[in-house]
């Protein structure tokens, strides 16, 4: 007669899969709580004692780490020697292995979980099972995941065995599922101890989405979310309406939220293709979208809204008129989802805006490896910013240069943006040189120089990008400085009065 180990956490469906091994004639070994669960349902079981000989110990840590486990587990079929070390020791086969692991995920992510929780919950016996019953597929099905119960008793049904590929196929995402339950577990223990830097970098992450295609539509590609899910995120936001996100809609939206956290008063972002086109802040949210269209109407078509208050009617209305990919909030009135849900393309999004903080590391890829870095949030306090000039900023000035010292930040560097105290209305994004920027910002901000300031996200290197800003009506500038030739962009500064105000760190963004 062939066994099955069968030991979970997650007893969803375990009572029908194990019958169905039952009608196969396959005999049951089971442990603790889902012993209990299976005896209740009628199926006869043996304990792990009956067969190893040894109680469990340890408040169940010592259980199924026996060799009459793991031999029958390891053995090889195929080897004369295996077979006959088995016989010796009276180790019988066990060809099916049915395992899910001690919720340590779902305990750390108790708000009030305790380190004595947490290692309670580090499961030693069943990924030694899996692992072996994995490693010995030739021979041994192991199943980890409920979703797959279906198919290992259909392939018994039909053939009375399931087929290699099949036991493959399981072996290989039980390593998956050990080597992410791991990575928990090493993250865990890691930032326990505070070691920033470690000598391996595990990670892991769960599928949220395949996607149609990728940055182009000739590549392939797939969305995959934190195994610990982080709240303000493109990932965890809720789709109301709208067709299914892209890969490029993804980025961008990505980007979006990562500029509306700098804003606590009512904010609407507009972006395009990673670069904002529009920022704009006011006393309601409908005005804020105002200032963040009137920004540039041109750009705006076809990119992201970020909204950082409740969209309603009146704010819905004139979104409606536009051609737009997302729009997301913290959430839609009824009347305002009715109207903007016409249009059956648009994504309408939820997110939640009341936890902003992350303190994640970014990680992006390059070819054959990972770069690791901290999120660009320092704090930043405009009064305590060095005026570098004769002049000093107004508090006019000042708010606005602080409003568009948050809006640089996430421009494409070189970056330079021109606003007043509630709107952008000129960004230079991604150009080669500094002054290539100022020159575009500032013919975007063409007539509505009113209260125009100007940011640069990194120090000016010559003083001609504050000399073609002065001439063009920018009457101050906010800038990190540290340049040798500091004292040539101050000086022309002075020359045409302008305040200039240096706040000791860059932002640059690629």
Not at 5 to 20: A, N, Y
Not at 128 to 147: C, E
Not at 215 to 222: F, L, P, V
Not at 448 to 458: F, I, K, P, Q
Request: charged share 25%.
């Amino acid at each position: 007669m062939t066994r099955a180990l069968i030991s979970v956490s997650d007893k969803t469906g375990v009572v029908e899969f194990t019958k169905g091994l039952v009608q196969a004639g396959v005999e049951i070994i089971s442990t603790g709580g889902t012993k209990k669960v299976l005896d209740e349902a009628g199926i006869p079981t043996l304990s792990i004692d009956e067969v190893t000989g040894f109680p469990e110990m340890m408040d169940g840590r010592v259980k199924t780490l026996h060799p009459k486990i793991h031999g029958g587990l390891l053995g090889r079929r195929d080897l004369t020697t295996h077979m006959d070390a088995m016989k010796a020791h009276d180790i019988q086969p066990i060809d099916f292995v049915c395992v899910n692991l001690y919720p340590f995920k779902e305990t750390i992510s108790k708000p009030d979980v305790t380190e004595a929780d947490a290692i309670e919950n580090i499961d030693i016996g069943g990924p030694s099972m899996l692992r072996s019953a994995s490693k010995n597929f030739q021979s041994v099905t192991v199943v980890v995941d409920p979703k797959d119960y279906a198919l290992v008793l259909a392939e018994l049904e039909s053939n009375q065995a399931t087929s290699l590929e099949t036991r493959k196929r399981l072996a290989a995402k039980v390593f998956r599922h050990t080597a992410a339950y791991d990575a928990l577990i090493a993250d865990y223990l890691t930032k326990s101890v505070n070691d920033v830097e470690p000598e391996k970098l595990t990670l892991t992450y769960d599928l949220k989405q395949t996607l149609r295609y990728g940055e182009n539509s000739h590549q392939t590609a797939a969305f995959y979310q934190d195994a610990l899910p982080t709240a303000y995120s493109i990932a965890s936001a809720h789709q109301l309406h709208g067709k299914e996100l892209s890969y490029n809609n993804i980025k961008d939206a990505d980007a979006a939220i990562r500029i509306a956290r700098e804003f606590t008063e009512p904010t609407v972002v507009a972006l395009k293709h990673m670069n904002p086109c529009g920022i704009g802040s006011g006393r309601t949210i409908s005005e804020a979208y105002q200032f963040a269209y009137e920004a540039d109407p041109t750009s705006i078509f076809g990119g992201i809204l970020v909204a950082n208050r409740e969209v309603d009617l009146a704010t819905a209305e004139e979104m409606h008129k536009l051609f737009l990919e997302i729009i997301i909030a913290p959430s839609f009135s009824k009347e305002a989802f009715d109207v903007l849900s016409n249009k059956k393309n648009l994504r309408l999004m939820t997110l939640d805006f009341s936890n902003q903080v992350n303190s994640q590391p970014e990680m992006v890829s390059v070819l054959g490896g990972l770069l690791v870095q901290e999120q660009d949030v320092v704090e930043e306090i405009p009064e305590e910013w060095e005026v570098a000039t004769d002049r000093k900023p107004s508090a006019e000035e000042l708010r606005a240069l602080a409003f568009a010292w948050k809006a640089v930040k996430h421009v494409k560097s070189n970056a330079i943006v021109v606003a007043n105290e509630h709107q952008t209305v000129g960004v230079g994004a991604g150009q080669m040189n500094r002054v290539g920027s100022v020159k575009i910002a500032l013919e975007e901000a063409k007539g509505r120089m009113d209260g125009a300031v100007l940011a640069s996200d990194a120090y000016f290197p010559m003083d001609d990008s504050v000399e073609y800003a002065a001439q063009h009506g920018i009457k101050a500038i906010v800038q990190p400085g540290g340049s040798i030739r500091d004292k040539d962009s101050i000086a022309m500064a002075n020359k045409y009065g302008v305040a200039m105000v240096f706040t000791g760190i860059r932002h640059f963004r690629h």
